[in-house]
């Protein structure tokens, strides 16, 4: 069992910042594929990142626009989310996500390949 924490969500202007943590129970993210999702209002959770394997191998969804960075911290059992040039559309609340073992392909986006949820964290973006 993999606990997970959020944190760092809140409420900014278009065009600020903000940095997600999510604090794990893992005892080695190494093991683990990490993920970020996100869910806005009325609409379907979706993928935003994802962090996997001892090299950390990245993959983002293409509707951050390059905006975001997602980073670990191995002794700290801690994911990041880095979110840049925040704009209204990226309100949602924001979860962190584990799989234990790496994730490739579609795997890394699927919801459904997860089994390991944080409660979430809100994200309000206005204009």
Do not use: H
């Amino acid at each position: 069992q993999v606990q997970l924490q959020e944190s760092g969500g809140g409420l900014v202007q278009a065009g600020g910042s903000l940095r997600l943590s999510c604090v794990t129970s893992a005892r080695s993210l190494s093991n683990y594929a990490m993920g970020w999702f996100r869910q806005a209002p009325g609409k379907e959770r979706e993928f935003v990142a994802s962090i996997t394997g001892s090299r950390g191998g990245i993959t983002y969804s293409d509707s951050i626009e390059g905006r975001y960075r997602i980073s670990r911290d191995n002794a700290k059992n801690t994911v990041y989310l880095q979110m840049n040039s925040l704009k209204p559309e990226d309100t949602a609340v924001y979860y962190c996500a584990a799989r234990l073992n790496y994730c490739s392909g579609g795997q890394c986006r699927s919801v459904r390949e997860y089994p390991y949820w944080g409660q979430g964290t809100q994200v309000t973006v206005s204009s």
